[in-house]
């Protein structure tokens, strides 16, 4: 079975400060692992994604995340925040093409002007 | 090119009412994937459409029921509802299971349900 734990249901930075979210993943197999961003009243929005390959893996808007097998984790980053990242940010795991989406509970950001 | 979409973007029904949910996908995506995501919480899967046929189900009740058509356009059907049943209806495309794009799920507007 698949699952994901977001840690930190709410996340305040200051303008041009590092963003950090964290996303820590369960999986019995070799995981695929997306982050999406969700403005409020909208769909979601795929920021990046890592299914093979490099395991550091760079998103839109200068969002970047690291893949770490050895600590089943895939924390989001962003190195200066901007109020236009004020949003809710998705985890979610599958595990192969075609297969469905688990995802985290979420966590709302504010950026702090 | 369009993107996902979704209709009716609202929609207020009662208890014990049926519902008719509507998804576009995105141009070439011949796979539609449904979600409920409840205030505050992340999407949960419902079920996802291939080929006209229901190919994975997740933990829903049989009030859910859904329809893909010949143009891949899909239909999430809820009978019976429940005021538990308020919530951000998510529709997502992709590619087709042997395709090596279709591992990303692309999503819509949603839908929001509010049962009264």
């Known amino acids: 079975a698949q699952s994901v734990t977001q840690l930190g249901s709410h996340v305040s930075v200051s303008e041009g400060a590092l963003v950090l979210l964290r996303c820590n993943y369960s999986s019995s197999v070799p995981p695929y692992l997306f982050w999406y961003v969700q403005y409020p009243n909208q769909g979601l929005q795929l920021l990046l994604k890592y299914t093979t390959g490099a395991t550091l893996v760079k998103g839109i808007n200068g969002f970047e995340a690291e893949f770490k097998k050895s600590e089943t984790s895939f924390h989001l980053t962003k190195p200066s925040a901007h109020m236009s990242d004020a949003a809710e940010y998705f985890c979610a795991v599958s595990t192969n093409t075609g297969n469905q989406f688990y995802f985290g509970t979420g966590t709302s950001l504010t950026v702090i002007p | 090119d369009a993107g996902v979409t979704q209709s009716p973007t609202h929609l207020i029904k009662t208890r014990g009412q049926q519902v008719t949910l509507r998804c576009s996908p995105k141009?070439?995506?011949?796979?539609v994937s449904w979600y409920q995501q409840a205030l505050g919480q992340g999407p949960q899967f419902i079920f996802q459409?291939?080929?006209?046929?229901?190919?994975q189900r997740g933990n829903f009740p049989d009030r859910f029921s859904g329809h893909q058509f010949p143009n891949y356009s899909s239909e999430l059907n809820v009978n019976a509802l429940l005021l538990g049943d308020s919530a951000l209806y998510l529709c997502?495309?992709?590619?087709?299971?042997?395709?090596?794009?279709?591992?990303?799920?692309?999503f819509g507007p949603g839908t929001r349900l509010t049962v009264l």
């Open positions: 459409y291939y080929e006209e046929e229901e190919r």
């Open positions: 141009s070439g995506h011949d796979t």
């Open positions: 997502a495309s992709s590619f087709g299971l042997a395709d090596p794009r279709g591992d990303t799920q692309y």
